[in-house]
Structure formats: C-alpha cells, structure tokens
C-alpha cells in the first residue's frame, strides 16, 4: 500500500494543475459580454480576460455594480436591459451571472441571440425550468457551460478515477458538508445608488422595493433555491458523478432560520437523499466554521475519502486499524481550467465539461430537498417531474 501511495504522489505531483491554452490571436480573440456585474459577475469578467478574452459588453440593473464593472473593462458598452447587449454586433459569447428566478429567460434569449454561454449555477430555478433549458440548448448549436469547476479540475479527476478503480469498495453512504460561520440579520438599510428593481423582479411576483431582497435575493424563494441549490449544486453533482448514479430518487429535509433574520431560505439544515445502492446527507450549517468550508465525505466497505477545497485523502477499512491515509493529493480547485475548457469547445464546437444535462441532474436533489422542507414531507423525483 505504501508503495503505491508514492507512485500516486510522485504522479500527481508531476502533473501540472492547470495549464492555459495558447492565448487568444489578435485576429481570433474571443469577445464577449456579461450579464449581470455583482461580485460574481465581475470575478469572473476578471479571469475571462486574465485568460485571453476580450469585454466588449456589461449589463445591470444595478448603476454601482456597472460602475465596478467598467473599471475592469473601460472600454464596454454598458447596458440595463440584457435584450439590448445581446443584440450589440461582435458577441462571441455571454455571462450570465444573474440571480436564479432569471437564469432560464436569460439562457434562451442568449441562445435565440445565437450567443456561447457561460452560465452561473444553479442551472434552473425549478426542475420544470431544467427541462425546458436542456430542451433548448440541445435544439440549438451553441456550447453551453454551466459554472461548475470541480467538473474541470485535475484532483478532482485523480479522485474519481480512484474510485473508479474500486479503492473504496461499494460505497453506501456519503455526506457532502458546507460549514461557514456567516450568517446574520439581513441589511434592510436604503440601497446607494440607482436601481431598476422592476427589471430586478422580472418573472417574479411584482412588489414594493425591499433592498434586502436585492442585496440578498438568494434567501428568498421568489428568485433563487437558497443555500440548498447554491452550495448543493456542488456537491452533489460530485455526489452522482463519483458514484455513477443519476438524481436521487427521493428527499426529506428539515431546516430553520437561525442567524440570518430575514431571510425565508435556512441557514442551518441536513437533507438525505435517497439513491438506488446508498443514501446522501446533505448538510449545511452557516453559524459555525468547525471543519470550515466544503467537504464530502465517501463512505466504502474497503475505505473511505475524504474530499474538501485542499484535496483528498483515502483511509483503508477497517479505519481503526489503518488511521494513515493510503493516497493524499493536495491541489487546489481552479476556476481557470473550467474557463479553458469553454474556450477550448468554442474554439472545437465539442461539448464542455458540464454541459446542462449534467447541471440539470446535480440540481434536481436540491430541488427535491427544497420541495421536501416547505412542504414537511418525503417527495419522490418522479412525482414532481414524471418522464
């Protein structure tokens, strides 16, 4: 066992994380605009261009996000109606970085405009909203990459072929875990600077302007899933691609508000997903930072893996009698080899690494889960979306 866990180090350290492609050609560069310029938004306008692509076009309905926007890329048209940049000559490709409630409107016009798109996760507000989307792009011929790095990273591969060459046995149980000690009253104060909140609400229910509804929109059920499929879109795609499993085939959930007053999302909660070999317990909790961040841990009869932000480790049964890791990787997960990865499709027209099937599957738990917990019940897949 020794032996082969320095063969493994000694490859994986040979083997660079993340290695950018050839830039972009002054006659071939990429172009492309962003909508929506929060904090999400405008990280990513600033690894797009770190890697080779040029901004030509922001959007907002936000004036002060725009602003930011603009000092990363003066050059921009800036727009408030993403209509209007999507119809602005000379766009290769989209950001769409804005909240959830928007995602599927904001994806078909992209691709009615005939734009590549580069959309945040979730993929979808509902698993209605999943099915149309996937219906839509595989109607079209645009590459689509939902925003879903760990798809793209090195470790995260040497993880699963581990797994794939059977280290840990026949898996039964795995917990996928987020801990950050963040949560607090949401801030109702006036918003600085111009808004357009009707264009903010689009298809949401229409009401009065609320700034802690648009500063934190992702805990409240009008225009996003909450932490559930924020964070859970993560996990529990790695959840289903480790163990070849598809979506659950149900949910349970219980949650509360506890820090974040407010907010109608939880802070705190724990679902458990049913899949056909073994069961996910997924859980969250933002009012303490023990084992701070992400983690998911894969429980098998020959071993278990741990997997967080800084690697993994894999432990051989019994634990007790083994408490040495048999493989360690140390490696960061880096949001430019999922960039790459879109450039490189757009360059090849062959599919990314997540494409919206994908996105689709690693949302419906957290859909499920969300369903189960406002209703106080176990809801079953294919009740809520039949085939």
Known sequence: METNRRKFLASLAAAPMFVPRKAWGANDRLTYGVIATGGRGRYLNRKFQELGAQC??????????????????????????????????????VILAGPDHHHCPMLLAALKARKDVYAEKPLSYSLQESRIMVEAVRASDRIVQIGMQRRSAPVIHHAKKLIDEGVLGRITLVKPQWHWNTSAPLDNSPLPGKLDWDRFLGPAPKRALEPMRFRRWRVFKDYAGGNMTDQGTHLMDVVQWFTNSGPPISAVCQGFVAKMEGAEHPDVFSAVFEYKNFIATWTLDYCNAYQNGWSITFMGDQGTMLLDEEGFKVWAEPWHKNPEPIFVARAPVPIEAHIQNFFDCIRTRKQPTCTVEIAADAVAGPHLANIALFEGRKVKLAEVLPT
Not at 78 to 86: A, M, N, R
């Open 56 to 93: 030509v076009a922001l959007c907002d309905v936000y004036e002060p996000y725009l602003e930011l926007a603009k000092k990363d890329s003066p050059q921009a048209k800036t727009y408030v109606d993403y209509h209007d940049l999507l119809a602005q000559p000379g766009i290769d490709a």
